[in-house]
């Protein structure tokens, strides 16, 4: 089955720092969605992003889907932005299902 | 507007009971699913409705899972006779599906302990 990678596995900002996220699959996909799970657990959708790029205030999303990668951008960093991303695909198969990263644990320091 | 709700948020289970997990989406979407996290990992899909037919439920981890959507709205996640390996949050999701819009979105989840 396809696999995702996510990388860096853990990172460590001061607030106000920029970050990449990255996220590397093995097969092509149908669709590719970026969600923050907070400290509490909720997923929070940040990106719908398939293909294309798309920015939502402090947080931009890029997704090059010939070259099976996508990126998330954060800026000037926040303690709430703490937690972890997650990318999650819909394999090119259509099942329907999330196959979901390994996930970033990001830690941002006051 | 109300987003998908799951209830209880909290249940704690001796091995060997049954319990029922709920899901209730986000009105007027047509897909919905079911995933499981473990601890420290990203979550995992059990099953898959569209509607009330269950077209997916390969991730189901054995036939002490059991799904139902019966109207197509509200869903039941059941599981029989529970292990300590059940222990998990059990994460419901719901998309519109149609018309373009396929993203999932999630519920707060409901954590399962089983002692």
């Known amino acids: 089955g396809i696999q995702v990678e996510q990388s860096p596995p853990d990172l460590i900002l001061q607030e106000g720092a920029n970050s990449t996220l990255r996220c590397n699959f093995s097969?092509?996909?149908?669709?590719l969605q970026w969600f923050h799970q907070n400290p509490w657990g909720q997923l929070i959708n940040l990106f719908y992003i398939p293909s294309g790029t798309k920015q939502n205030g402090r947080l931009s999303a890029t997704t090059v889907a010939t070259e099976r990668y996508s990126l998330l951008y954060i800026s000037s960093s926040q303690t709430t932005d703490s937690g972890v991303y997650f990318c999650a695909v819909e394999p090119d198969s259509g099942t329907y299902k999330y196959i979901f990263g390994t996930g970033t644990r990001l830690k941002v320091l006051a | 507007g109300a987003g998908v709700s799951q209830s209880p948020r909290y249940k704690v289970a001796k091995r060997g009971q049954d319990v029922a997990l709920r899901c209730d989406p986000i009105?007027?979407?047509?897909?919905l699913f079911w995933y499981q996290q473990a601890l420290g990992q990203g979550p995992e899909f059990l099953t898959y409705?569209?509607?009330?037919?269950?077209?997916?439920k390969s991730g189901l981890p054995s036939d002490r899972f059991f799904a139902e959507r019966p109207e197509g709205s509200v869903s039941t996640l059941k599981i029989q006779r529970t292990q300590q390996e059940d222990s998990a949050v059990y994460l419901c999701?719901?998309?519109?599906?149609?018309?373009?819009?396929?993203?999932?979105?999630f519920g707060p989840g409901t954590r399962l302990t089983v002692t």
């Open positions: 409705f569209q509607n009330e037919a269950q077209l997916d």
């Open positions: 999701a719901s998309s519109l599906a149609q018309r373009g819009r396929y993203e999932q979105y």
């Open positions: 009105s007027g979407h047509v897909s």
């Open positions: 097969d092509s996909v149908n669709n």
